[in-house]
């Protein structure tokens, strides 16, 4: 079975512009999880989905949102880029809400 | 947001030693789950606890769930060069969001 999917694996972007990311989750797995990781704050959760509904969301400005889709795909965008949004964002999937989480490698975000 | 006590923060061991490495929470958890994470990858599961108790091994690794629920500890016997990376713990109760530690770095000298 195919794992967590992410893309685009590298970006740089400058301050000001927005981006959007994409997860895919492993098949039948229908939460899907994002979290910014960096080297000072550690894992950071940003918001769950599940069945196409925000479930949970972290502590983050509103610049960034996410959503799903019925296939369970998820993107997250973050608008009007800061400098201390650079960071690896990960995506988990899970079958469920109350199931382990599968990790995807990650998109590292570059803001210059 | 909360974070999970994990330590050691970091270990420099020689290959073939046993290493341990321990989680607290000032919460109580129903879960909890340990993560190995190679560098510019995303963490690999690696235990899954889901009962007050439980011990669990894979392979070389075992991990336990404390019985007070408030703890976690995973312990790695004949470490192996392979064995380098950053190992995080992990908790949560019911459907509240999955809780990290900030990761053990472990480092084995051949």
């Known amino acids: 079975k195919a794992g967590v999917t992410q893309t685009p694996r590298y970006l740089i972007k400058t301050r000001g512009q927005q981006v959007t990311l994409s997860c895919s989750p492993i098949?039948?797995?229908?939460?899907v999880s994002w979290y910014q990781q960096t080297p000072g704050q550690g894992l950071q959760f940003l918001f769950e989905?599940?069945?196409?509904?925000?479930?949970n969301k972290g502590n983050f400005p509103g610049r960034f949102s996410g959503r799903q889709f019925s296939n369970s795909r998820s993107e997250m965008n973050v608008s009007t880029l800061e400098l201390g949004d650079s960071a690896l964002y990960l995506c988990?999937?899970?079958?469920?809400?109350?199931?382990?989480?599968?990790f995807g490698p990650g998109t590292r975000l570059t803001v210059l | 947001g909360q974070q999970l006590n994990q330590s050691p923060q970091s270990m420099f061991i020689q290959e073939g030693e046993d290493v341990s490495m321990n989680c607290t929470s000032s919460?109580?958890?129903?879960?909890w789950l340990w993560y190995k994470q190679d560098p510019g990858e995303g963490p690999v599961l690696l235990i899954a606890?889901?009962?007050?108790?439980e011990l669990t091994s894979n392979g070389r690794l075992t991990a336990q769930f404390g019985i007070t629920r408030k703890d976690s500890f995973l312990n790695i016997s004949a470490s192996i060069p392979s064995d380098v990376g950053i190992y995080f713990c992990?908790?949560?109760?019911?459907?509240?969001?999955?809780?990290f530690g900030k990761g053990t770095r472990l480092s084995v000298i051949a």
């Open positions: 988990a999937s899970s079958r469920d809400r109350v199931d382990e989480q599968f």
């Open positions: 098949s039948g797995h229908r939460s």
């Open positions: 989905y599940f069945s196409e509904t925000q479930r």
């Open positions: 919460s109580i958890f129903n879960t």
């Open positions: 606890l889901y009962k007050a108790g």
């Open positions: 992990a908790g949560r109760s019911g459907n509240t969001p999955l809780v």
